[in-house]
T-cell receptor
Framework: AQSVTQLGSHVSVSEGALVLLRCNYSSSVPPYLFWYVQYPNQGLQLLLKYTTGATLVKGINGFEAEFKKSETSFHLTKPSAHMSDAAEYFCAVSDRGSSNTGKLIFGQGTTLQVKP | EADIYQTPRYLVIGTGKKITLECSQTMGHDKMYWYQQDPGMELHLIHYSYGVNSTEKGDLSSESTVSRIRTEHFPLTLESARPSHTSQYLC????????????FGEGSRLTVL
């Protein structure tokens, strides 16, 4: 069965510092991979996704993530954190067999705190 | 900007009451989903639908039920609410040709006393 593990339920960085949120997945075949962001009192919004092709994908708000098959990882990074980046971030997977169903498996989320 | 709406946003009710959480989308999406989200926990799929008159149970067992009589509407009902149902419920939808982007509503936070 597929699973997603986000290392660190809470990450704190200073404004301007590098943001690194870790995500590892377990899947028998390379899945589709996603990062979603949830701001306080709001629903989830897609940040970026990997399906095929280039393993380094760029998303909104300056975020990017790299799919590393050998490490079964899809870590999210941003070179310089802004105060507005403070939110909950969720990694998710969808196996290629169920890609037409829209069913996603989510990690437990990582809360990003940005300090002035 | 996603056009998917959930009501109520917040609901506090007593044990044993019947509640319905509403979810509507104006994007014409066939696929719709209900996720349950507890603080510090992953989202769990509890119901989904691929179109009118199609409903399926998700990966997490839930005492709630859903219906899909119209494409744009996917309500969730609890016949007799209990404190264990206290949680946030998120509705989402996506287009028929799945591209990986689920559009989420803002959620309904339910508290059962």
């Amino acid at each position: 069965a597929q699973s997603v593990t986000q290392l660190g339920s809470h990450v704190s960085v200073s404004e301007g510092a590098l943001v690194l949120l870790r995500c590892n997945y377990s899947s028998s075949v390379p899945p589709y991979l996603f990062w979603y962001v949830q701001y306080p009192n709001q629903g989830l919004q897609l940040l970026l996704k990997y399906t095929t092709g280039a393993t380094l994908v760029k998303g909104i708000n300056g975020f990017e993530a790299e799919f590393k098959k050998s490490e079964t990882s899809f870590h999210l990074t941003k070179p310089s954190a802004h105060m507005s980046d403070a939110a909950e971030y969720f990694c998710a997977v969808s196996d290629r067999g169920s890609s037409n169903t829209g069913k996603l498996i989510f990690g437990q989320g990582t809360t990003l705190q940005v300090k002035p | 900007e996603a056009d998917i709406y959930q009501t109520p946003r917040y609901l506090v009710i007593g044990t044993g009451k019947k509640i319905t959480l509403e979810c509507s989308q104006t994007m014409g999406h066939d696929k719709m989903y209900w996720y349950q989200q507890d603080p510090g926990m992953e989202l769990h799929l509890i119901h989904y639908s691929y179109g009118v008159n199609s409903t399926e149970k998700g990966d997490l067992s839930s005492e709630s039920t859903v219906s899909r009589i119209r494409t744009e509407h996917f309500p969730l009902t609890l016949e007799s609410a209990r404190p264990s149902h206290t949680s946030q419920y998120l509705c989402a939808s996506t287009e028929q040709g799945f591209t990986g982007e689920l559009f989420f509503g803002e959620g309904s936070r339910l508290t059962v006393l």
